[in-house]
């Protein structure tokens, strides 16, 4: 995690280097995640991959001779919560988000983020949607539910072809999208 916050942050330079943000004497950054509720898991590993991020980036001079300072944004994975957060980093004109884990809330937010032009950057939300609405402001660093049930589809069937098999899911957004993608005729049994 540290390591792809590194990259985060160094695609950060590049779009201070366009606005207005780059005068500050620190440059606010954010994460935002589900720093409570029942995913807080995920959302510490996010604040300890970008303090450990910040902080080497910071001793090896900052980006763009600024030090960054980072805020965090607590979503609980709820998408009214996140909604909320989103506007509040936009009004507060932090740059870079790297958020949200979940795609129930990333995508939600990623509107008040385009609105308050934040780049944002999620590492856990896997949603197709999130990035096929051709927001100028989203990214992924994972893959999506439709590439990522298919490599699980194409395994099974490959290693289990002779086996009798049920997919299961938990009616989360993300259990969903991976139970019901709809299989192409590579993986379809024959």
């Given at each position: ?16 280097a366009l606005s ?11 994460v935002v995640g ?6 807080a898991s995920?959302g ?6 970008a303090?450990l ?10 980006v763009l001779g ?26 507060a ?9 979940c795609?129930s ?6 509107d008040?983020?385009?609105?308050g032009?934040?780049?944002?950057i ?8 999130f ?5 100028w ?7 999506r539910?439709d ?9 099974i ?8 098999i ?5 009616k989360t957004t993300y259990?969903k999208g ?5 299989r192409t005729?590579?993986?379809?049994r024959?």
């Open positions: 995690m540290k390591f792809a916050l590194r990259g985060y942050f160094l695609a950060l330079g590049a779009s201070l207005g943000a780059a005068m500050a004497q620190d440059i606010s950054v954010a589900p720093m409570t509720g029942s995913e995920f510490q590993q996010f604040k300890n991959g303090d991020a910040i902080a080497d980036i910071n001793a090896a001079g900052g600024k030090k960054l300072k980072l805020e965090v944004g607590d979503d609980a994975c709820d998408p009214k919560q996140a909604v909320s957060v989103a506007e509040k980093m936009a009004s004109k932090i740059p870079f988000v790297v958020g949200h884990f795609s809330t990333s995508i939600p937010a990623s008040a983020y385009a609105e032009n934040v780049l944002q999620t590492p856990g939300s896997t949603n197709p949607l990035t096929e609405r051709g927001l402001n989203t990214f992924r660093v994972c893959g539910d590439q990522q049930g298919m490599v699980a589809a194409a395994y069937i490959k290693n289990y072809k002779t086996k009798n049920a997919i299961i899911h938990d259990g991976l139970a019901t993608k709809p005729p590579s993986t379809r024959a």
